[in-house]
């Protein structure tokens, strides 16, 4: 544990022969599998590539993987494996490990040279404009590009690969695996043109001008601030300033990390997968102490009843990050920074929660007597994401109409279509990979 504190190298170990074995053969006792049905929004083929898993043949379990997956070098690593939650096993005992088993079935297909450009077979004469690189932007991409379209990929980063690259830390996704796959996507015909935000550096007519298609995946840009007293006060940042500064940083694109939390008491106000992100990374810098709070309750240790099998449980997750030591407190409500210049604490209350039947929250209310001041010089607010703001200047160059939670709404009379979490709302890579395939052009 105290090794990979200072790795910032992927830190899941992989199965041994025998255990991926014992896994994947575990999947054939299955009777009526929810896993790639209603589990995988891409719909894997799971107990069918399990079962060629089983029997040792690999290359036939590539070829079922690749036939839904375009992009299973990342979902293996990052996807919280929606499969794994609505397995049969569940029911009685423990879930197939199915990521696990999809992570060895594409790095066999990378050693073994079957992963290689599928270009189409014949060019259809249009042209698309693929706005966001990002999962979403990616999917669009490679799925048109087969059906003939000349695809290029405006993006504003001087990368692709959108959160995958500039959020999901690199100890749980390794950006070669990135580089690796774009190589692959320009020799399928690709064009990538980055460090080109569309709205701003061209604008959206100047595309439409040029594109018979315009498909908008620039996801959701803008993330949830806490706007209470002394908030002006230093060293309190947005989750992404460390996570993107930090992956800026070990890609080479920058010589220093913008933030580090080296000896610092660091606190992570949001207590989802964002916020286990700073959890890892200020680890990593060296801080003195971590703590997470959240303002809902403390989630059941098992499956609550409120999501019953096979429904996405709602539980206690605990990641790798949490393991390599903090603190986690619920039920606290985050009234003030405090501090002179600097932040120095987080003024926080006691809540409690009122709870329908099924268990779900529906409002708080304070406990009397219950503020007190955790100690704090370093704050990350990792609190989600509230969709494309209204202002984005893609919204009104493309006369885009909005939902009330700022979701973009497709505009296909127009040839304008929308896809990932500018369309969803802030969601997983795998949802974000499956709307890109999905997307309703020929
Ligand atoms: C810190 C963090 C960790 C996460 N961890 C996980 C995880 O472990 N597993 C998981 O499944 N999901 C995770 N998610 C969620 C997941 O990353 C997103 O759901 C997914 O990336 C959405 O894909 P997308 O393509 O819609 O958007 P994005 O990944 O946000 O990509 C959008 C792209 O559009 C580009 N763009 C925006 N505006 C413009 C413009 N005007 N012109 C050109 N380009 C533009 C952006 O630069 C970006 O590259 C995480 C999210 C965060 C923030």
């Not at 230093?234 to 300033?241: P, T």
């Not at 802030?426 to 395939?437: D, E, H, N, T």
Request: proline content about 6%; charged content about 25%; some cysteine.
């Amino acid at each position: 544990m105290e090794e990979r504190k200072g790795d910032w190298s992927e830190v899941e170990r992989a199965l041994s022969d025998e255990e991926l074995k014992e896994q994947t053969s575990r999947c054939m006792n299955c009777g009526q599998p929810f896993c790639h049905a209603y589990g995988c929004p891409l719909g894997n083929l799971v107990p069918d590539q399990n079962r060629a898993v089983a029997q040792g043949n690999w290359k036939l379990a590539y070829e079922l993987l690749s036939s839904n997956s375009d992009f299973p070098e990342f979902t293996s690593r990052i996807c919280p494996a929606l499969c794994e939650a609505s397995c049969v096993h569940q029911l009685d005992e423990e879930s197939v490990m199915i990521r696990q088993s999809e992570k060895r079935i594409i790095e066999t297909a990378f050693e073994n040279g079957w992963v290689v450009p599928r270009p189409p077979d014949r060019e259809n004469g249009k042209s698309v404009a693929v706005i966001g690189a990002g999962p979403a932007g990616l999917s669009a991409a490679v799925t048109l590009r087969r059906k003939g379209w000349a695809v290029t990929v405006y993006e504003r980063r001087a990368n692709i690969g959108g959160l995958l690259r500039y959020g999901i830390p690199c100890f749980k996704l390794d950006k070669a695996l990135i580089d690796r796959r774009r190589a692959i996507l320009e020799a399928e015909g690709i064009t990538f043109v980055t460090g080109c935000e569309v709205g701003k550096d061209v604008s959206a007519e100047w595309l439409k001008a040029r594109h018979d298609g315009i498909v908008v995946a620039i996801g959701t840009p803008a993330a949830r601030d806490l706007k209470i007293p002394g908030r002006e006060l230093a060293g309190i940042h947005l989750a992404l300033e460390l996570l993107e500064g930090q992956n800026r940083f070990l890609t080479g694109e920058i010589d220093a990390p913008p933030i580090n939390a080296k000896g610092k008491d660091v606190l992570v106000i949001g207590g989802g997968d964002t916020g286990s992100d700073c959890v890892g990374t200020a680890i990593r810098h060296g801080a003195k102490s971590v703590t997470q709070i959240e303002i809902m309750p403390r989630p059941p240790d098992d499956r609550s009843v409120s999501t019953p099998w096979p429904l996405w449980p709602y539980m206690l997750r605990t990641s790798s990050s949490h393991k390599e030591g903090c603190e986690r407190r619920w039920n606290l409500n985050s009234l003030r920074f405090v501090g002179d210049d600097a932040v120095a604490g987080v003024e926080v209350e006691t809540v409690e929660w009122e709870l329908s039947p099924e268990g779900k929250t529906l409002k708080f209310h304070a406990v009397p007597d219950t503020k007190e001041t955790i100690k704090a010089d370093l704050v990350f607010l990792a609190m989600g994401f509230t969709g494309v703001p209204a202002d984005n200047p893609i919204v009104a160059q493309l006369g885009l109409a909005q939902t009330p939670r700022t979701a973009l709404i497709p505009d296909p009379a127009h040839g304008v279509y929308c896809v990932g979490d500018c369309a969803s709302g802030a969601s997983l890579v795998v949802r974000a990979l499956a709307s890109g395939k999905n997307i309703p052009l020929e």
